[in-house]
């Protein structure tokens, strides 16, 4: 991958490749979080521009990364370049709560890449950093999401009043298996 660093981890899954997210995939990056189906539930429906999406994404993520040890990853098909979303762990709400976040291209929806891609992305937090308990949140009405959550093992534990829809918050206790979730 360029631009990543050496030391920076790199997960395989039996499909896809997910490295830490980089300035490489800037414009990229841009361009999946602007398309409509994906900014409806992920951005309350904000387009962001370039500069925005550096400042509010790769530059924190960068901090994550150097701080903490985890972050967002790119996700990729092994065999190809073009990056069919992102996936990682990332601060969300007041107070901020540490969530596992993903985005997917509408073009791959369905074919259960957001499940094996959260689920290495899980399994390599509790692998890597200890985790055993998890966190995540959806809008109400984005369905798919709360799929893809379910399967991860993740139950409802509240809802909160959002910006657009109302907000699922859902949690998982126990490290997922070292395969996946």
Do not use: C, K
Not at 10 to 34: F, K, M, S, W, Y
Not at 120 to 148: I, Q
């Amino acid at each position: 991958m360029p631009g990543r660093s050496p030391d920076a981890p790199l997960i395989a899954t039996a499909r896809l490749v997910l490295a830490p997210l980089g300035e490489h995939d800037l414009e990229a990056l841009q361009a999946l979080n602007a398309l409509p189906e994906v900014r409806r539930f992920l951005f309350d429906d904000e387009v962001w521009t370039l500069e925005e999406t550096r400042d509010r994404l790769l530059v924190e993520n960068a901090r994550l990364w150097a701080e903490e040890g985890y972050g967002l990853f790119t996700m990729r098909h092994a065999d190809a370049s073009d990056l069919l979303g992102w996936v990682g762990f990332w601060y969300f709400h007041e107070p901020p709560v540490l969530e596992v976040g993903y985005a997917l291209h509408p073009g791959v929806w369905g074919r259960g890449y957001a499940t094996e891609a959260a689920g290495a992305v899980m399994a390599w937090g509790a692998r890597v950093h200890g985790m055993v308990a998890f966190r995540a949140s959806t809008d109400a009405p984005n369905e798919a999401s709360l799929r893809v959550l379910s399967r991860l093992g993740f139950r409802e534990v509240a809802r909160t009043p959002g910006r657009a829809h109302e907000t699922v918050h859902l949690a998982r206790d126990g490290a997922p298996a070292a395969g996946g979730a």
